[in-house]
């Protein structure tokens, strides 16, 4: 960056220095002869603000005295004082993508021009002078200043010295070469300094005076937390995990059923245009102060604020109703980047998203910032509404279910986010993953968020760690117990179901497409007395502390459910009904059977269909109760995800057992196919075409695909109309590869009829 002579742009005192030297000028004036007087104004017309420039009685007094022409005097002194003064020329961030500052900060893929370095690692700058730097005579001095009121107390507004060598923890600068009018500088920051975008200005001081250059957007510096460094309450020891949850721009996030696991690709986009300055927005709206960036824990629990709506105006806006006709289907979504840019740019909350897109558009925030993150499926997750640690059923006299009681829930699946970090507010040991969940379910502390919980303490029971352990605690390992109403009003606990809740937590491996199961992260081994111990203390701390007591109740009649998980959409579902008598005596038991379409959420429509089947069993028979529903019965019914629950309850006429379980099963969608047309190579046009078969005996109606791929495609929606039944669509995009490398395109079809339609290409990049 350049400056001229006569640029009012040029460096200039700002905010208390410039009161100081317009006072230290004041008194300079005083007693002094024009041609110092003229000297004065010389400086105050280069250096100062131009606010601060309007003619003074003596520059009046000295034009009227030269009449306009040059006083060799004052010529010649305002050339002395050029000499003495130690003027910024200009400054060279080093900030190019193949420049050494990004690639050893590992910022060289965001798609910016300014400098971003991760706090507490050196960087290099460059600066030039109008002389040779003289350490004798001469001070350097950096500026980085952020948020609104900058202050030094707070960490936003900070002055970097000259140093000998660095001091790790602090801020320092070190003279790493001096030649002719260029000085290199090793710029080290505070591995807790604030997170954002700072100003940066130069300030010198030498026998000719005290000068600051001015902020501009090119010597802009955002500084972002650093997994690389120890003293980072962010640092990850592990560098395949680092690639993967800071620098991976793509991933899988799981849904369905634990016995169906669909899978989709997201681009998380964190490096794109425009990405990073919506992510330090999100934190300015959730009113985080400037200085309080500092802080992982209390910056992980904005971002999971502030990524839903309901009370903050934040990113997205969630929608559960089936109807998206004013934004879009959570479905569609394929990425984050549309959506953070959309935010940024209209300051409006965006519609829609459910649990899968907030934690997609959560990983990006995390990753962007440079906190390690990954999208967490887990299947069977529980709502608790009631801080009881349990999932609570009600039946009425007759085992049918009381839905109006029923307010507890059990998702099919449910996705949040893991974030790793240090957690000096616990005790020692419950650092490492954390748990963050932006979905808007409860409220904590009066605000829509949900974290940093400690896995290891939801792991082990120890509910009473903050951050809104409980909560997580319920989700992935409460029980499932069943009550049934009596004579009298009251409710009989029948019995308890200790492994309903939390299965096959799922996330994307690392280095690999293949799904991680870390159920074992989150809970001890289903059954193990570590878990019952786990389950146990924690229901000391919910409202129903002594459920565990007289706990165990004997049958001897077993019941199971089976499902085709291969069941796709259009195809007849059966329902199969195990019943096992192990005792030596008949049984008879009459089973009712209820079928309904649910939302992924857990939440039900009306029933459907009900059946009651009488099964009468011999000494220690198996026997197989079989149910059919018919394509042309459920298709009306069908609502996001496709997903219907089974409930199924009886009692056995003998000894009065009561049997009571529930299933869920998922349609299975068609995928895309994406096939890449010709190599890619950066800056050459290329083709892929995309294609679609409608499996559903009906047609599609307001069809559209939405793709995109980083490095790859700009997010890019088509719009397609009507698919008849059996039909074939395929559309062809071209587009222009920006990065080499290895690459995702990513597409995803949306329909009235039809939703969680995906499909994912790689593609290799050649320079």
Known sequence: MSYANGDTTNPRRIGRQQSSASASLAMRQNSVTPSRKKKDAWWRSRWCCPCLRAKSSEEEVLDKLTDGKKDEEGDKEEVELN???????????????????????????????????RRGQPFDMKLQFNRPYNPETDQIFLELQTGTTPQVTKGTLIIVPLVEEHNHMEWGAKVTQASGNHVTLSVNSSPEAVIGKFQLSVRTRGPGGELKTPSAQENSIYILFNPWCEKDSVFLDNEEWRKEYVLNETGMIYYGTEFQIGARTWNFAQFSKGVLDACLYVLEKGGMPASGSKDSVSTARVISAMVNSPDDDGVLEGNWSGDYSDGTCPTSWVGSEDILLQYHKTRKPVCYGQCWVFSGVTTTVLRCLGIPSRSVTNFSSAHDTDVSLTMDIFFDENMKSLEDMNYDSVWNFHVWNDCWMARPDLPPGYGGWQAVDATPQETSSGTYCCGPASILAIRNGLVFLKHDTPFIFAEVNSDKIYWQRQADGTFKKLFIEKKAIGHKISTKAVASNEREDITSLYKHPEGSEEERIAVETASKYGNKPSIYIDSDMPSDVGIEVQTDEKTTMGSDVVLCVGLTNKSNEQRFVTLFINTAMMYYTGVLKESFRKEEKAVQLSPYEEARVEMVIKYAEYHEELIDQAAMMFTISGRVQETGQLLATQQTFRLRTPDLEIIPIGGAVVGQEMRAKISFVNPLPKTLTGVYFRVEGPGLHKPNI??????????????????VPVKPGPRKLIASLDSRQLTQVHGVAEVDVKE
Do not use: S
């Open 718 to 735: 088509v719009q397609v109309g009507d698919v008849a039944r059996g039909a074939t669509v395929t559309i062809t995009q071209t587009f």
């Open 83 to 117: 000499d003495m003064m130690l003027i910024v020329k200009k400054i060279d961030l080093m900030k190019k993508k193949k420049e050494e500052n990004k690639i050893t900060h590992h910022t060289n893929e965001y798609d910016y021009d300014e400098l971003i370095v």
